[in-house]
T-cell receptor, first 110, second 112 residues
Framework: GENVEQHPSTLSVQEGDSAVIKCTYS??????FPWYKQELGKRPQLIID?????GEKKDQRIAVTLNKTAKHFSLHITETQPEDSAVYFC?????????FGTGTSLTVIP | NAGVTQTPKFQVLKTGQSMTLQCAQD?????MSWYRQDPGMGLRLIHY???????DQGEVPNGYNVSRSTTEDFPLRLLSAAPSQTSVYFC???????????FGDGTRLSIL
């Protein structure tokens, strides 16, 4: 099956700086890559996604890039704010199944 | 619009007890999944379903059963609870395999 690796596991940045989280996947058949944000005690919520026919997607301060050749995709958060502090998960989808990374705990220091 | 509803939100069981975690969605999604979330291990797929009457095993299916008699409901059954099943359980649904998943609020389960 698919194997998704996510790095780093923890990340601390100063408010206003950028944060980058990277994921790799193993199966070239994966064709959909969502990113989820999970606040403490809450459900994961989708923040951005990208499909395999697109190399980059941006939504305000959040962007995702995908390199199909290298099988990696990254989440970029610019101008970080304290409310960005949460755990972020990447995922890769093949057919009916989603495979998740182990999460990155992001702390934005005011 | 309720989305994905999970019950109960919290549960404490004794080793050997059985119980059913309920999951219902009102978005007419064909695909539904159950995950468990443990510290440092992300979300791991237990079982999933691609439609009423069709279920399949995920990454960690042992000790769990599922059924899908209707499009809306996808219950997860713990047959004989073990302390290793202490976890947070999330149900999710999606229209297709390359669409966003919608998660329920989770069930926090402790097995003593």
């Amino acid at each position: 099956g698919e194997n998704v690796e996510q790095h780093p596991s923890t990340l601390s940045v100063q408010e206003g700086d950028s944060a980058v989280i990277k994921c790799t996947y193993s199966d070239s058949a994966s064709n959909y890559f969502p990113w989820y944000k999970q606040e403490l005690g809450k459900r994961p919520q989708l923040i951005i996604d990208i499909r395999s026919n697109v190399g980059e997607k941006k939504d305000q301060r959040i962007a995702v890039t995908l390199n199909k050749t290298a099988k990696h995709f990254s989440l970029h958060i610019t101008e970080t704010q304290p409310e960005d502090s949460a755990v972020y998960f990447c995922a890769a989808s093949i057919g009916n199944q989603f495979y998740f990374g182990t999460g990155t705990s992001l702390t934005v220091i005011p | 619009n309720a989305g994905v509803t999970q019950t109960p939100k919290f549960q404490v069981l004794k080793t050997g007890q059985s119980m059913t975690l309920q999951c219902a969605q009102d978005m007419n999604h064909e695909y539904m999944s159950w995950y468990r979330q443990d510290p440092g291990m992300g979300l791991r797929l237990i079982h999933y379903s691609v439609g009423a009457g069709i279920t399949d095993q995920g990454e960690v299916p042992n000790g769990y059963n599922v059924s899908r008699s209707t499009t809306e409901d996808f219950p997860l059954r713990l047959l004989s609870a073990a302390p290793s099943q202490t976890s947070v359980y999330f149900c999710a649904s999606t229209a297709t395999g390359n669409q966003p998943q919608h998660f329920g609020d989770g069930t926090r389960l402790s097995i003593l």
